[in-house]
Structures are given as C-alpha cells and as structure tokens.
C-alpha cells in the first residue's frame, strides 16, 4: 500500500512539474516574442493592403481578456483600426471579402461609415464578393461603401430584402404537458412568446413589419446613394433577385468580374507592386495599443456586448463569453470617474439586455459619473433594447445607426414546469421546501394562484420603474413614455422620431457629440482610454491559475469539459429558457 501510495505521489509531482515547465515555456517565448518585437518595431511592412473578411459572425466588441496573437476583428476593430491606418502613410488601401455573412443592417451601417472616412484619406476600398448569398441587403450595403466591387463569374446575387421567422413551442408545450407561465408587459414584449403562443401575435407582426420596413428603407436608400443611383432603381434589382453575375453587373450594382485573388492583385497593382498584403486582424494587433489610441484630450471608452449578466465575466487567461457583466461594466465606468484625465465617457453598447438588477448597477454608476460633471454618451450597436435601452436612460445623448434595434421598453417573467412532461418519460419527481415560497421557480411544478399574483406584482413594479427611469431620463411625459413603451422594439430611425434616440450615426458621431459637451474642439485629437484596463499576460495568467498549483491541475479537466459539444449544446439550449426571475430581455428578434 505504501508502494502504491508512492507511486501516485509520483505521477502526481510529475504532471505537476510538466504543467509548470509548460506555463514557464509559454512566458520564456512571450518574453522572447516581446523583445524581438522591441528590435523590429511592429513589424509591418513598408507598403501594405489591409485584407479585411466580413464572411463570417462579428461581434461588436471584445472582452478585456488577454488573448495569444491576432484574434478575429471587430466592428469596433474595424472602426479603430481604419482609422489608425488611414493616418499609416504605409497602408494604401483596403480589400474587402464579404457576400456570405447577412451583415445586420446596423453593422453594415457603422463599417461602412468607417470605409467611407477611410477613402476620404485619399486610400482605396475594394470590395470582393463569391457572390451574395444571403437574402439580406447588409453585405450589399457594406460593400457599396467602397471605390469598387468585384464579382466571381457565373455566382448568386440574392440579395432582395428583410424577413425572418420565428419557432413557436406551445403545441409542443401541450402535447407533452408542460406549463408556460410568463408575464409580459407588455403586448409587444415577445421575447417568450415562443413559449405562449402558437404564432405571431398581432402587436408582434406589427413591430417586426415595421423594423424590417425600415432596414429595407435604409439599405435601399443608402446603397443607391453611395452608388449614384436611384432609389427606385436599386429596389427594382432587388426585387429581380436570385439573379446572376453578369445580370447585376449591366444594372450597376457591381464594377468588374472576377475571383478574389484578381481583386487582391488590382489592390496591390495600385498600392505598389512590391505592396504586401497584412490582414486587418494583424494590423490591429500590432498598431493599437491595448488600452490607449491616439493622441490628445482622454476620452474614456468602455465597451459591453451580450446578455447583461450579474456579477463578473471571470476573465482570465482564455478568456470569458461574449456577455455584459454588470460588475465589470459598472466597475470600468466608475474607474473612469476617477480618473482626473477623463473628460467624457462613450458608452459603447451591443445587447439585447437581461438582468434587472446588473442594467440598474450599470445605470447608476452611469448617474454618478454625470453627478460628478462627466459627460456620457451611448454608442449604440446592432442592437440596445430591454435592459440596453435601460442602461441608456440617463445618458447626456444616445447616438444610434438607423438601423439599429432599439427601444422594448417592458419586462419578462415566468417559467415552464416540467413535472409532468418528466412523468410521461418516467422519470419521478418530488420536492421539499421549508417557508412558504421556498419552491417558487421550481419548473417541477407551476405556479400556485398566489405566487401568480406576486409575480405579476414584481412585473408591474419593474415596468412602472423601467417608464419612470426613461421619463425622467429623456425628459418625455410619462403618458408619452407609455405610448411608445409596451415593450415595443424600435428601428434607430424610428426611435429617433420618437425621442427615444438624440442623434442618428455610429462611433463617430458619439465620439463628435461628446468632444461638444466636454467643450473639446472639434478639431482636437483625442485618445480613447478603455476602461475596464485590458488585462497583459501575466495578469491573466495569475487570475487564470488563481496563484495556486491546484487550480492548475484543475483547469485542463475544467476547459476540456465546458468546450465538449455536449456542455456547449445544453448551456447554448438553457440559456434561452425562462429563468424565474424578472428580465428586461429582447431576444426574439431578426438578425
């Protein structure tokens, strides 16, 4: 036995030693890699295209986690970073490959907008396309913003206009009798209607006609014009849609045929022909640094994207999901107020809300940094509905994109019982509570009659207080407020008209705002200060391993297990359920 006991000791000093010269070896070649890049300098070259892929899924913006290496872009990549090549003498131009990704409207407007300030420099946009697949006109509108768009021969053109469905569980609910009990204020908070209903409610066919309306306005319009043509000529080639190459190309829509290694070749024939072509992952990576851009006048930038969340994302060494934490963003602002440099803050946000709680934490440190005579303006993304819009109440201006989502002014909550549906299967059940509520969201078994009525007494108290917070806010009558509330989501076009939005742009345009209100000039530089601080190696390494040897040895069995398909299907499929508690979400939307 002692032998034995021996034996494991060993293996267990071993795989710890190994774990240890592993993380060692890892900080020796960051060390090295950070020395070698002292010699060298960024290490781009002289003459350089910027390849940018808007292919695939983008996120808004990325947590302040350290990550190895160029990571994938951005859209707030993509704003900064062609805005630091634009002042690069080294970069001459950009190729865009894109047509696959049904770009949300928003998206496209903000990286077009930021394509568009890049030609004015006097650089190239090229953009290329293996056709447009997607029946969405966002990848068509991000690439109308460049000099030239490039077509492979003999692929779709799909582009044609907004729509979308949506999946409607309550026959399903009923035939294996599972209880939906979830309220809503109000009638066009739709969130959980997948849950109550057996198809779209009217009020919800209502908003979802009208936003989709207005991205389709906005595209066609905004397209036509950056390709000086009609508006009524652009819808006609869209409505003619599936068509082909050769079709889009006699009506205008596209300059030149051919496959993306020609379009990247045409962008190095004009930069140069000794021109290298760099990725836009990589030049970010080498160019930004990570917690300060530019020069000038601080303006304190602090980014949120995903579920608002309670608590902290746990950041570390690998990172954290994409998620609004209202710890971290509460923290990151209030860091920002005491900050003496910081003259303003942008409020950059990108979510479809959740938490009460987390947007009332993240609202008021958004209070306090006014109090203390800061001004902030919210950027708003793709989309900053329910508790989004919640968090942006207070702010001095709300800046939007036409197409962004916006506005779902109401709450959520409920739950589904699984009782009997787990009975059908054979699989028992029992419970044991001790005080009277103590099994309230259990999803064993529904609502009594009297936590029914609590509950929608938590509801009614919640909403009252959410039209409270955007009356006082925006300055509206509360009958106003209750007009365009009920839990309604907005276009930012239309929110604009409604008084809900100050001003309709992208990052630009806040930034512009707030250099007004903190009496910046408007031609003073300014640098972007992130707050939260983005954390370097060794930070991540510590709050990753914890300073002790047995989270090391835990965390590969940890890491192995959350990244197994399995995890990851149960966590994305629960993630979706209603949770009991009360939430300002919008999740049931387009894009």
């Known amino acids: 036995m002692v032998g034995f ?18 993380v060692f070896l890892l900080i020796l070649i960051f060390v090295a890699f950070a020395a070698i890049g002292l010699m060298v300098g960024d290490g781009l070259p002289k003459n350089m295209v910027l390849a940018l892929d808007l292919r695939g899924p983008i996120a808004d913006s990325r947590p302040a986690a350290f990550a190895f290496g160029a990571q994938p872009v951005t859209v707030m990549d993509i704003v900064l970073g062609l805005d630091a090549a634009e002042r690069d003498p080294r970069v001459k131009g950009v190729v865009v490959r894109l047509g ?73 609910l009923e035939k294996i009798q599972a209880v939906p009990q979830i309220a809503k204020r109000a009638d066009y908070k739709s969130a959980a209607d997948m849950y109550m209903e057996k198809n779209m409610t009217p009020a919800d066919r209502e908003q979802i006609t009208q936003l989709m ?32 190459t050769d079709d889009v190309k006699k009506a205008g829509l596209i300059d030149k045929i051919g496959y993306d290694d020609d379009a990247m070749q045409s962008g190095i024939e004009r930069a140069g022909g000794n021109a290298k072509a760099v990725s836009m992952a990589e030049f970010v990576y080498a160019k930004q640094d990570m917690n300060e851009i530019g020069k000038g006048t601080h303006i304190a930038l602090v980014e949120g994207a995903g579920e608002i969340v309670e608590g902290t994302s746990g950041d570390g060494l690998f990172g954290g999901d994409q998620m609004m934490a209202g710890d971290d963003i509460a923290r990151a602002i209030r860091q920002a107020t005491k900050d003496s440099s910081i003259k303003a803050i942008v409020l950059r946000i990108d979510t479809p809300g959740g938490s009460v709680s ?52 109401g709450v959520l909550t409920g739950k589904v019982s699984l009782g009997k549906s787990l009975g059908m299967i054979g699989v028992g059940t029992d419970e044991v509570g001790v005080g009277k509520n103590a099994l309230m969201d259990s999803t064993i078994t529904p609502y009594t009659p009297e936590q029914w009525a609590n509950l929608n007494a938590q509801a009614d108290a919640i909403y009252a207080d959410f ?34 939005v100050d001003k309709l742009g992208g990052f630009w345009t806040a930034v512009d705002t707030a250099k ?54 149960v966590i994305g499929a629960s993630g979706d359920l209603p949770r009991g508690g009360v939430e300002m979400r919008a999740t049931n939307l387009p894009h």
């Open 213 to 244: 309306q207005s991205w389709y306005d906005t595209a066609t319009n905004d397209a036509a014009a950056d390709r000086k043509l009609s508006p009524k000529a652009l819808a006609a080639v869209f409505e003619a849609s599936p068509q082909m």
């Open 5 to 22: 006991l021996r034996w494991l000791r060993s293996i267990a000093v071993g795989t710890l030693n190994g774990i240890v010269r592993f």
């Open 358 to 409: 987390a947007s009332d934490q993240i609202l008021d440190a958004v209070r306090k940094a006014q109090a203390k005579g800061i001004p902030v303006v919210v950027s708003m993304g793709n989309v900053a509905a329910s508790g989004g819009y919640y968090i942006s109440t207070s702010a001095d201006k709300i800046v939007a994109e036409p197409g962004t989502i916006t506005g779902s002014i």
């Open 100 to 172: 696959s990704a049904n770009i949300s409207i928003a998206n496209a407007e903000e990286i077009g907008t930021a394509l568009k300030r890049f030609r004015k420099s006097g650089k190239f946009v090229i953009a290329h396309a293996m056709g447009f697949d997607a029946p969405g006109l966002g990848d068509y509108l991000t690439a109308a913003a460049a000099d030239e768009i490039w077509m492979q021969p003999k692929t779709p053109f799909s582009a044609s206009g907004e729509g979308g469905g949506e999946i409607f569980l309550r026959g399903l």
């Open 467 to 500: 039209k409270q917070k955007v009356s006082a806010g925006r300055k509206l009558p509360l009958d106003k407020v209750q007009e365009i509330a009920r839990g309604r989501v907005w276009s930012g076009s239309d929110a604009s008209t409604r008084g809900l």
């Open 516 to 569: 007004g209100l903190a009496k910046i000039g408007a031609n003073d530089e300014v640098v972007f200060k992130r707050f939260p601080r983005q954390k370097g190696f060794f930070e991540a390494l510590n709050e990753t391993f914890g300073g002790s040897s047995a989270s090391m040895r835990a965390l590969q069995g940890w890491v192995t297990l959350m990244n197994s398909p399995t995890m990851r299907a």
